[in-house]
């Protein structure tokens, strides 16, 4: 299509020249009308394959930005949570959002880039044709022109890139900020976050204006050094044509070429800041991707069996780069049995956490059933494992939406099931009061639901997911000792043929433990539980 676009614009100039020669030479009155008819049918014909090009690459550039997003949000979802949160939630959710769409500005450039030089091309060779001498004159701009796109392309590209990442940045403040509201309002601090943002998006703006102007100074300078050359034509075809060795029609042909050919090599000049723009944006995108997600499983990897699971771990080690958190550490994990891993904050009892679920690297073994992790596949250890944190994640849907998190294709019963061994009863306490019951909204991350309340979501969610091992961390550090209590007490019910771990340093959980351990300078010592409880 682009060929017969470019095919288009080189039969408009022979035409010209053709007719404007015979109307002089013969007077033939039927060129007048020629012409005319040929120009509309050229014209219908050079806009139905513009249109179809047009339609087929924004066609292909929508699916192509729709494949990339989700490439980038699966490598994101393959991240190490750690390292993701390191990196910045909302820098990388501007990757996602904004940076992945600039592939559907990367592709029409890169068609432009096609269809640009193949009409200039076409124009080049007709008008060579019509007047050899004058071609050689023609060209004394082209070097220039190169000269221009070359460095506006680089200073382009230079400033697309520092504009998407400070982009980034602006969503990192704005999601940051807009996470701490409550704390912000509280303190009266909204003109402190208002300034933080605004700083964030005026650095955005320079670096769009810096973008921009780059962008759009070359098609005028390509336009100037194309009109050096075609001055030097106009003034030599005169000669010629006076001269006797050049028609009138043949420089009226070299000159209508060389005025649609500027057309196209302002276009070229677009489609390359485009280009460029583009590719600054790219960057960020393929830069995510070439990140290291968790590593692969082992080629001799199996399934980890269905049924009960006994954790042990030996000798484990975990180094984040500031220092060992975990030195050594040696643990036993019995299915049917309650283990409360102590600890003052930070000690590294989330860590422990994350070396059991494979969220981060780890020296020594972690045995599952005898097995070590490391030949077993990650998805069958991830389908033994759930997990209940200190503040769970509900999303934004209903409280139904929240448990099937758990096991999507768990059935209506099996949820309510859950909610009723997890403490939500459906005819009394939350699941009364929420518009829908079961089926209500519960807000965005849900936000309209007490502390508690979203504990026994969570629960629920982990005891409808069927997992032998459940993982807590700090899973009552939010809750009054009533709602504490009976929270445990729903536990201790719930779980009688689970492999249980809680990270706690409170003392209540104590109460329901079978074994319970103190980490501390990342090690660990086994509590006495008599003591522990009297203390």
Not at 293 to 320: C, I, K, N, R, W
Not at 514 to 524: I, P
């Amino acid at each position: 299509l682009a060929g017969v676009v470019a095919g288009c614009r080189g039969a408009l100039v022979w035409l010209v020249r053709e007719v404007l020669d015979q109307l002089l030479a013969s007077g033939d009155a039927r060129a007048v009308w020629a012409l005319p008819v040929a120009v509309v049918v050229l014209f219908a014909v050079q806009g139905a394959a513009r249109a179809s090009r047009t339609w087929l690459t924004r066609r292909a550039a929508i699916q192509a930005e729709a494949s990339l997003c989700h490439q980038l949000f699966v490598h994101l979802l393959a991240r190490r949570p750690a390292a993701l949160a390191s990196e910045g939630v909302g820098d990388a959710l501007s990757r996602l959002a904004h940076d992945a769409g600039k592939i559907r500005t990367a592709m029409g450039a890169a068609v432009t880039l096609v269809q640009r030089p193949l009409s200039a091309l076409v124009l080049l060779v007709v008008a060579g044709s019509m007047a050899p001498r004058l071609f050689g004159w023609a060209l004394v701009g082209l070097p220039a022109v190169a000269l221009v796109v070359i460095w506006t392309g680089r200073r382009t590209r230079r400033a697309s890139l520092a504009h998407a990442q400070a982009l980034g940045a602006m969503e990192s403040v704005a999601r940051d900020m807009l996470a701490g509201l409550r704390t912000l309002q509280a303190h009266g601090a909204e003109g402190f976050a208002a300034r933080r943002f605004e700083d964030a998006n005026q650095a955005q703006v320079t670096e769009a204006l810096r973008t921009t102007g780059y962008r759009v100074v070359g098609p005028p300078l390509v336009e100037l050094a194309a009109a050096v050359g075609m001055a030097a034509v106009i003034a030599l075809g005169a000669l010629q044509v006076q001269a006797g060795t050049l028609t009138a029609g043949g420089l009226v042909g070299f000159l209508v070429a060389l005025g649609l050919l500027n057309e196209p090599l302002k276009g070229f000049a677009v489609a390359h800041g485009l280009w460029s723009e583009a590719r600054g944006g790219l960057t960020r995108v393929f830069e995510a991707l070439d990140r290291q997600s968790s590593p692969p499983d082992s080629p001799s990897a199996v399934a980890l069996p269905p049924g009960p699971v006994a954790l042990e771990l030996a000798g484990v080690t975990v180094d984040h780069g500031r220092g060992p958190v975990l030195r050594g550490v040696d643990l036993v994990l019995r299915p049917g049995t309650i283990t409360v891993l102590r600890g003052a904050s930070g000690a590294g009892k989330s860590t422990l956490i994350d070396a059991i679920a494979g969220f981060c690297e780890h020296g020594g073994v972690v045995r599952w059933n005898g097995i070590d992790a490391a030949g077993l596949t990650r998805r069958s250890r991830r389908a033994a494992i759930a997990l209940l944190e200190q503040d769970p994640w509900l999303g934004a849907g209903t409280v139904s939406e929240a448990i099937l998190l758990g096991r999507p294709d768990a059935c209506a019963a099996d949820v309510i099931d859950a909610a009723r061994r997890a403490g939500l009863d459906p005819d009394a306490g939350l699941l009364a009061r929420l518009p829908g019951g079961i089926q209500g909204r519960i807000g965005d991350g849900g936000g309209i639901v007490s502390g508690g309340e979203r504990q026994r979501i969570a629960l629920a969610r982990a005891l409808v997911r069927g997992a032998p091992v459940l993982l807590l961390d700090e899973p009552t550090a939010h809750l009054d000792a009533a709602t504490e209590s009976a929270f445990l007490a729903t536990l201790r019910a719930a779980t009688d043929r689970h492999t249980v771990l809680i990270a706690s340093h409170q003392q209540a959980p104590l109460g329901i433990a079978d074994q319970a351990v103190l980490l501390q300078d990342g090690t660990l010592r086994v509590v006495d539980l008599a003591g522990a409880a009297a203390s």
